[in-house]
Every structure is written in C-alpha cells, then in structure tokens.
C-alpha cells in the first residue's frame, strides 16, 4: 500500500491547513477547516476531491470552513462527540478509544480534553502520524480554557506513548515562540538549542517548522518533559509531582513575554 500524500500549508494567520490523500481511492481529509478558501485553492491546485473533514475541537478558527466546504464538495464532517452540538455539519461522531477506517487504514482517536472539554486527536498508525489539533504542539501545547490542568497533562502526556517515528501534525505555526519559552526553563538543552536554531532559521526563510516527530519533542518540548531535572531544578520544584510541574509549566506559559 503506497503512503497517503500529506500537503500542509500555512492559513489565516498562523493556523496549519493539512490536506491528506489516499492515491488509491482519492479519499482526500482536510485536518480541520481553517479557511474554506485557502481549502479549496490547495484542493484545486493538487486537482483532489474533497471527501473528508476531521474536526479536532470547534474553535472557530478550526471549524469555520466547515459549511461552506460541505455545500462544495457533499464532504463527512467527522468530529467529537462531545461537542457535535458546535460542530458545523457534522455527520459521524466519535469519542476517545473509538477507531473508523477510513482509505482502508485504521484511525484512532485520542481523548484530549484540556484546550476545550471534548478535544480529539487522531492517529493514523500505520502512517507514523498524528493529528494533535490545540493539544500539542511542537516545544509546546495548547492552551487550558475549558478542561483542568490536570486533564491536560493527561492529554499531553498520551502522546509520549506514541512511536518516536510518529509524526506529529499540529494546528497552529507557534513553534519559534515555543522555544524561546522552552528555553527559559530548560537553558542547557542541547537538543532544544540545536531544534530552536534550525526553527529561526526555518522561520527567517518562511517555511513551515511542523509536521516534527515524537521523539524530537521528547527531547525538546518542556511539556513532555516534566523529569527533566534541569526544568525542575529551574522551578524549584524537585520534590513535586509530574502533573504539577507540568501545570506550572502552563500557568508560566500563559504569561510568558516572548
Ligand atoms: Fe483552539
């Protein structure tokens, strides 16, 4: 079975569009619907059908497109349950632990609750690859608004359970001010350093820094790093336990001048 075709491009202001295309069948997904506009325009340009949107949370920068692009293309909304009732046309519902098929692959959905209430991600296994919406991000995650600090450590955390190889796919281009927090907590990262030179030197030339892998950001992003001594040493918080750091880490975040 040849791999499907990833085509990610940058929209509104810095929401990621990711169009995913099964050669065999012309199964195209559209990961969120940003910008119908810039949807279609990337749809044109790779002459593909739109058969498919996978909705992660429904804020309105990832659920905006949504109508217009089922009245276009006749596309299955598919999204969560748990927030059907915000989800501009949606037609099939899934929660957390459920897995569809969809381009003859297995996809699994992952409950993220943090960003909103009833956040998804979704997980294409035989594709090393994630669809992790708001929840995480690359040297960094989404923001907490509906769900508790400790749901989204939880969240977060799931991901470590993933294939390093596994590439991760995120919503939003927020990786060069990610790393500059990253590096506030966690200074003598090699790794980090190393990531945080090639994202500004990505950035300077306007390219896109995503999709990165699972194992880049576990030896990169603070957020799935919680052990790391040196961030612990850095908040004063050897004793404490990982959900804590991880919250503070967020509360610091949230302020943080970049
Ligand atoms: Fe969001």
Not at 37 to 51: A, D, H, M, P, S
Not at 112 to 127: R, V
Not at 140 to 147: A, D, H, K, L
Request: charged residues 25%.
């Amino acid at each position: 079975m040849s791999h499907l075709e990833m085509h990610q491009f940058i929209c509104r202001t810095d929401n990621y569009g990711l169009l995913v295309h099964d050669h065999k069948t012309g199964a195209t997904a559209s990961i969120d619907a940003p910008d119908a506009v810039e949807i279609e325009k990337q749809l044109k340009k790779r002459g593909w059908q739109l058969t498919h949107i996978f909705t992660t949370h429904h804020h309105g920068d990832h659920v905006e497109g949504n109508a217009a692009l089922k009245e276009q293309f006749g596309c299955v909304i598919i999204g969560p349950r748990a927030e059907a009732d915000r989800i501009p046309g949606i037609r099939k519902e899934v929660s957390g632990g459920e897995a569809f098929a969809w381009a003859g692959r297995d996809v699994k959905v992952l409950a993220c609750p943090g960003h909103t209430k009833g956040h998804i991600a979704y997980h294409i296994p035989s594709e090393y690859s994630v669809f992790a919406g708001d929840t995480l991000f690359s040297l960094g995650c989404g923001r907490v608004f509906e769900g508790t600090m400790d749901e989204m450590y939880h969240s977060v955390t799931q991901f470590k359970s993933l294939s390093p190889s596994t590439y991760v796919y995120c919503g939003h281009e927020y990786t060069e001010s990610n790393a500059r927090f990253a590096l506030s907590v966690e200074p003598i990262n090699r790794m980090l350093q190393q990531r945080a030179g090639i994202v500004s030197q990505l950035r300077q030339e306007g390219k896109m820094t995503c999709p990165s892998t699972i194992g880049e950001e576990l030896k990169a992003n603070p957020f799935l790093r919680t052990d790391s001594p040196a961030i612990r040493k850095n908040l004063n918080m050897e004793g404490a336990s990982d959900a804590e750091v991880f919250a503070e880490l967020r509360r610091r975040k949230d302020v943080f001048k970049s």
